[in-house]
């Protein structure tokens, strides 16, 4: 059984940072290809962030890129998300994903969430203003 635990959501104050943690058991995920996705109330799910396998590629949504980094710890089986000047429009739950692949064998893979296969509960970030 995989298992994918996001952590470290909470509530922040616009202009402040938020660092959300993956942890995935079950299963090596030593070198997968991981994102990270998010959903606000009444809308559908968004892509936020990827990260290949060997960390060599990342990808952003436009909405966050220079604002959020995306990294891993193959050694801890761990994906990360540094959320900086965060925005109230961030407010949303985000999910981890993980792939059975260590890269995207086309770059937009990256940003469809039906080339994940593992998913996570989702942790809830809340932006104020």
């Known amino acids: 059984q995989v298992q994918l635990v996001e952590s470290g959501g909470g509530l922040v104050q616009a202009g402040g940072s938020l660092r959300l943690s993956c942890a995935a058991s079950g299963r090596t995920f030593s070198s997968n290809a991981m994102g990270w996705f998010r959903q606000a109330p009444g809308k559908e799910r968004e892509f936020v962030a990827a990260?290949?396998?060997?960390?060599?590629?990342?990808y952003y949504a436009d909405s966050v890129k220079g604002l959020f980094t995306i990294s891993g710890d193959n050694a801890k089986n761990t994906v990360y998300l540094q959320m900086n000047s965060l925005k109230p429009e961030d407010t949303a739950v985000y999910y981890c994903?993980?792939?059975?692949?260590?890269?995207?064998?086309?770059?937009?893979?990256?940003?469809?969430?039906?080339?994940?296969?593992?998913w996570g509960q989702g942790t809830q970030v809340t932006v104020s203003s």
């Open positions: 990260i290949t396998g060997s960390g060599s590629s990342t």
């Open positions: 994903a993980a792939t059975t692949g260590t890269y995207y064998t086309r770059s937009y893979y990256a940003y469809s969430a039906s080339r994940y296969d593992y």
